[in-house]
């Protein structure tokens, strides 16, 4: 961990038996196993009903060539994201077939074409049974929005720049998102049936390892601490109080108060609030200022009071079932709103924003009409965003800025690289964060290529918040 999250930023290394080298395989190695899995499978069932066979009935044929094009489409979808190149997988390649790596553009084309497969075969299909995603049976009209809306997440994650990010077709994500899902898409974690949450289970393990650093988090501060830490040099910051007027940090003018406001319990929402906390605040309450007991040293940028305690559950629920946000229906709006401020649209945009922002005790950005105006709130604005040259104080952000930060808000730790994709498209990352990964030294090694490369020249620069 420590690895990626220094400060400045290091390399990947892709020596061989270099420090993170499991970590920089394992993604890698599952997504390509997965993914050809997959195409075996459709390969398979798609000879099976051309020699007359069937699964059943048209209908449930239907739902697992769907099934198996989606699961193709998500595999390859998450190489092109993180990898430089990747193995375009397709059906009807042979057992003993190797292809060739690709460039992240080719395979992300690969995993659209794949997602279009699986929504042609979606219509019409038979419902897909609750096993099949350890959640609840989907039916066709429902699968089709699953499958929208992830085809909408890749076609907008994949850029690694904010040019390219600005060249992705947001009339297409629009299309997408508009008819993607309405309500969150939901997998159970359930350990005795194999699906399990093991990164989302370990931020209750030990006090800090959900601290959140207030880089980002701290655009929410309206009492101007934010801007004291800013204007501190990097290695000599300390924490600060937050007083947010956002209903998903706790309330208080002292630490005492907000802890007393979010209890001593790891249990995280609903459960771990005090008893006075409504069930209403209590369930978008996603941040805990934790006992001062619980305090352990850390880098002192990354020192802060707050920790995301919104999935603790899990850990708490281990031997049990636990619902875990897989794809929240945030996410899906956020990405149309986006799609609808790079066209002009802030009208749109912004009654999409307004979903969860109103909900959280902010100003509304309805009435809003223009891309560069600051957002209502005056003196207790959200978020206040870092100000250039210097980057030492805030102002009010943008409609932009109020979409990032809802997106922000309500995907953390829902999915897969969230902050990562959307952070290095719009310009946000810390300097000098490498871009993408290489193609790990194992599958070079196997594919008998010994120019174990490194993608560590692709870095980002000095970004929107001059982090």
Known sequence: MGSRAAIPRGPISNALGNS????????????????????????????????GGSTGTVQTDRRALSFGYYNLGYAL?????????AAVLAPGLAADEIP??????????????????????????????????SGTAIPSARWIQVIRSHRARFRAGVARTPTQRAAVDWTKVIADANNGITSDFIINFNNA?????????????????????????????????????????????TPFLMRTPDLRFPSGESRAAQQAFTGASR?????????????????????????????????????????NWRFWDVRASLTAISPIVEMSVTENDMLAAEGHIRAGNVAAAATLIDK??????????????????????GNACVPRVPQGPTFTSTACGTIFEALKWEKRMETSFTGYGQWFFDSRGW?????????????????????LNLNFYTTSNSRAAVGTYGF
Do not use: H
């Open 20 to 51: 993170t080298q499991s970590e920089n395989f394992r993604d890698f190695d599952f997504f390509t196993r997965n993914g050809r899995s997959a195409a075996n499978l459709i390969g398979g069932m798609q000879g099976y009903i051309k020699a």
């Open 77 to 85: 979808g998450y190489l092109a994201m993180i990898y430089d190149s």
């Open 100 to 133: 060739p790596l690709s460039a992240s553009t080719a395979v992300m084309n690969a995993a659209i074409q794949m997602l279009d497969s699986a929504e042609l075969y979606g219509s019409n299909m038979a419902t897909i049974p609750s096993e099949w995603v």
């Open 193 to 237: 049936a194999g699906w399990a949450a093991g990164w989302r289970a370990q931020f209750a393990v030990e006090a800090t390892w959900a601290q959140m650093t207030p880089f980002v988090l701290g655009m929410a501060d309206t009492a101007r601490a934010y801007d004291a830490w800013l204007a501190t040099p990097l290695t000599s910051r």
């Open 267 to 307: 249990a995280g929402p609903p459960a771990g609030c005090a008893t006075t906390v409504t069930a209403a605040r209590c369930a978008i309450l996603y941040f805990r200022n934790r006992p001062a007991g619980d305090d352990s040293p850390a880098e002192p940028w990354g020192n802060w009071f707050y920790d």
């Open 356 to 377: 969860t922002r109103v909900r959280s005790g902010l100003a509304p950005v309805t009435g809003m009409t223009s891309l560069t105006a600051e957002v209502p709130g």
């Open 427 to 447: 310009g946000d990352l810390v300097r000098n964060t490498v871009l993408e990964w290489p193609v790990p030294w194992q599958e070079l090694s196997a594919r």
